[in-house]
């Protein structure tokens, strides 16, 4: 990575500050001990917690789409709209109650959402290119569930819905190729500047050199209109969890590994479900399926798991990312965004296996926004209060 800025996260800020004023205390009437006054009366922003939170997933292919959001629908009680993007069907104005037209991603969402107590989270169907090669649930949504809303206003009315019930930041998560965002960038720049993007994908040492990583590949007009909204100022620097740092074994779920032995041995409707996905993955497509989307999940809750540092990023026609020489444009060449460059593996499967476990008590439950909003009021949390609908 190149650039001398090895960002801290807020949390990384607030404990050297808390070391700060500890060592000040130890040390009366020296300059350490003012510095600590100066640094105890002054104020932390907080990070945002409680802000609401988006998720943006091709949910229904590889199944680490579906596990990251059963966890965010089991524990993040600030969880309020899934949007679906490289959808199924080229066509939204011809949803399908069934079958393989458009909108399936969605009504999988759905589903999955009500099963887990969360009918409360809205769900709109997004962007497709008119032809997903993976999507594998097909025959575990009932043909009950019906299409959600769909299309890119159907996306835009949803996203402005939410930012009108609420104040400050808003959470985005993107599992999925940028096509949304890209959207909300251009047409929605006033909810733009409020967003916090944490995004799978990307890679600098792509593992197929010839071609750009997935979730960029898939639509990289997308990511480019979003690197423009970034260098233009009208997004707030996002933050990518690469495909560098997400491509490992280490957080592979396979049939024999416990978090999917522990889903297979229970009854809970949304564990039969999440595991007739699994099945339904290694047999289509893969083996196992490395938690690409519950990482980046992680990210976004504020969870320490994921190192990130600020880089310059350049990409080229078909949408792989390099980091440009330093000398280019002076050394302005690229957008500025941050990346992850490492991850603690072992502690982020721990908590991902403790979320996903059905004896692990629900945090979020059923709850309607405004108690986010309550929360968020209660402390020194500016910002991120969401507003009681009227
Ligand atoms: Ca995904």
């Known amino acids: ?19 700060m004023i500890a060592l000040g205390r130890r040390l009366p009437q020296t300059t350490l001990a003012d510095t600590a006054t100066q640094l105890q009366t002054a104020e932390l922003r907080a990070p945002a917690v409680g802000a609401p939170m988006v998720i943006d997933t091709d949910i229904g292919g590889d199944a680490d789409d579906a596990l990251a959001l059963v966890a965010a629908a089991r524990h993040s009680r600030e969880l309020a709209l899934v949007i679906t993007a490289d959808e199924t069907g080229p066509d939204h104005r011809a949803p399908h109650p069934a079958g393989r037209g458009y909108g399936q991603r969605a009504r999988f969402a759905r589903y999955l959402l009500d099963v887990v107590g969360r009918g409360d989270i809205a769900v709109a169907a997004g962007a497709t290119t008119g032809h997903t090669d993976y999507f594998c649930v097909e025959d575990l949504i009932p043909a009950t569930v019906a299409p959600a809303p769909g299309g ?24 999925a190729p940028l096509s949304n965002l890209a959207e909300v960038c251009d047409h929605l720049p006033e909810i733009a500047g409020r967003l916090q993007v944490t995004q799978m994908g990307g890679a600098i040492h792509y593992r197929r050199p010839e071609r750009a990583e997935h979730n960029i590949r898939l639509d990289v007009d997308a990511a480019r209109r979003v690197l423009a909204a970034v260098a233009d100022g009208r997004l707030a620097k996002p933050r990518f969890v690469l495909s560098d740092t997400t491509f490992t074994d280490q957080i592979a779920v396979h049939a024999t590994h416990p978090l999917h032995r522990r889903l297979a041995g229970r009854a809970e409707s949304w564990a039969v479900l999440l595991e007739g996905h699994l099945q339904r993955w290694y047999r289509d497509h893969h083996d196992s399926t490395l938690q690409h ?43 500025g965004l941050r990346v992850s460059r490492s991850a603690d593996y072992p502690a982020f499967m721990a908590w991902l296996e403790h979320a996903l476990d ?33």
Do not use: K
């Open 358 to 390: 059905p004896a692990t008590p629900a945090a979020a439950g059923t709850v309607d926004l405004s108690g986010a909003g309550a929360r968020a009021g209660a402390g020194v949390v500016s910002g991120a209060g969401v507003r009681r609908p009227a």
């Open 293 to 335: 989307d519950a990482l980046t999940l992680s990210a976004a809750l504020g969870l320490p798991f994921v190192r990130s540092a600020t880089a310059r990023i350049a990409m080229d026609d078909i949408g792989r990312w390099s980091i440009p020489d330093a000398s280019d444009a002076g050394g302005a060449a690229g957008t």
């Open 1 to 19: 990575m190149n650039g001398p800025e090895d960002d801290l996260s807020a949390e990384q800020v607030r404990e050297h500050r808390e070391a």
């Open 152 to 175: 890119r206003d159907a996306v835009l009315a949803a996203v402005a819905e939410l930012a009108g019930r609420c104040d400050g930041p808003i959470r985005w998560v993107g599992m």
